[in-house]
């Protein structure tokens, strides 16, 4: 059972660039969560999938933001024009529903920095 | 909206002893879930141990266990026999009971624990 996967791990990008990052869940998980993390804080929801569907978006998601996640499996975020305020950890997390607590797992995230 | 408040920043531990880490909640909801979630410093969040609001039993998962009161909105995190590998930051977390309020955690700022050898 392999966990939660993100790729990169580490982006360096220069103000104004677009980046994306890629998240592929624990297999026959149906959820997927992406989290916002800037140092010494605790994660921030950005917004959630169940299979395909994006179910849930935070105000913290401005249009700049995308998220997308073709055919229930892997997602993918999307962030265009970038601003050093975007700089932060982004994390991952899956889970499977029909299980009363609905836990979720995280990945080792991707660490974002915007020159 | 719910808040997650953890009020000590830092903590430090000897080895072999215990500490217990605070966590204090808002919520008007009555079916809900919390969790300790570990994140050492590789970043990689573990989670620790969770508790179902519905359960007046604590939660406890080998060397860590938790004091869950309810109607103070306290969930504290007891660590037993500390050990080097228990150092990380703690983080505590709230998630709705109610499919309609989605699966969005609510995290606390987090506490750094020490242990010293």
């Known amino acids: 059972d392999t966990g939660v996967s993100q790729d990169p791990r580490h982006k360096i990008t220069k103000r104004g660039q677009n980046v994306t990052f890629r998240c592929d869940p624990i297999s026959e998980h149906n959820r997927l969560y992406w989290y916002r993390q800037t140092l010494g804080q605790g994660p921030e929801f950005l917004t959630y999938?169940?299979?395909?569907?994006?179910?849930?978006k935070s105000r913290l998601l401005s249009d700049r933001f995308s998220a997308e996640r073709p055919k229930g499996s892997f997602s993918t975020l999307e962030i265009q024009r970038t601003e050093q305020g975007d700089s932060a950890m982004y994390l991952c997390?899956?889970?499977?529903?029909?299980?009363?607590?609905?836990?979720?797992?995280f990945g080792p995230g991707t660490r974002l920095t915007v020159l | 909206a719910q808040t997650v408040t953890q009020s000590q920043p830092e903590m430090s531990v000897q080895e072999a002893e215990t500490v217990t880490l605070s966590c204090t909640y808002d919520t008007s909801e009555s079916d809900y879930y919390l969790f300790w979630y570990k994140q050492p410093p590789s970043r990689q969040m573990i989670l620790v141990i969770r508790q179902e609001a519905y359960k007046q039993q604590n939660a406890t998962e080998n060397r860590f266990s938790v004091n869950f009161q309810k109607a103070a909105k306290s969930f504290s995190l007891k660590i037993s026999d500390s050990q080097l590998g228990d150092a990380a930051m703690y983080f505590c977390a709230y998630r709705s009971g109610r499919e309609t309020s989605g699966s969005r955690l609510t995290f606390g700022e987090g506490t750094q624990l020490t242990v010293n050898p």
């Open positions: 997390a899956s889970s499977l529903t029909g299980l009363r607590t609905d836990t979720q797992y």
């Open positions: 999938f169940q299979n395909e569907a994006q179910l849930e």
